[in-house]
């Protein structure tokens, strides 16, 4: 999937997306693979927006914010791949 950085029109409720411009969005759940730095991050059952007609996935803004500091603990532990379960901030 493509991570959306930056500012995203997010609701709980369902938003067309904005990928395909035919399928609506659900909540449920997606897989974020993240490269950074050389380092890879692979993050299970991050819950999501996923759209029913592309299955693109959009990550709230918290959501992104926890996965982006998982990496940043990852940096300064020297990790270099790691693929994790998404657990709650
Ligand atoms: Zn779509």
């Known amino acids: 999937m493509r991570l959306v950085f930056g500012p995203m029109p ?14 609506r969005t659900q909540p449920g759940v997606t897989t974020v693979t993240l490269e950074r730095d050389g380092l890879v991050l ?3 059952e991050v819950p999501a927006q996923v759209c029913t007609n592309c299955n693109e996935a959009y ?7 926890h996965v982006l500091n998982t990496a940043e603990q990852m940096i300064r532990c020297g990790t270099q791949v790691d693929v994790r379960r ?4």
């Open 10 to 23: 997010y609701s709980e409720k369902a938003m067309r997306c904005v990928i395909c411009k035919q399928g």
């Open 59 to 65: 990550l709230d803004e918290n959501t992104t914010k």
């Open 86 to 89: 998404y657990v709650p901030a």
């Open 42 to 44: 692979v993050v299970r």
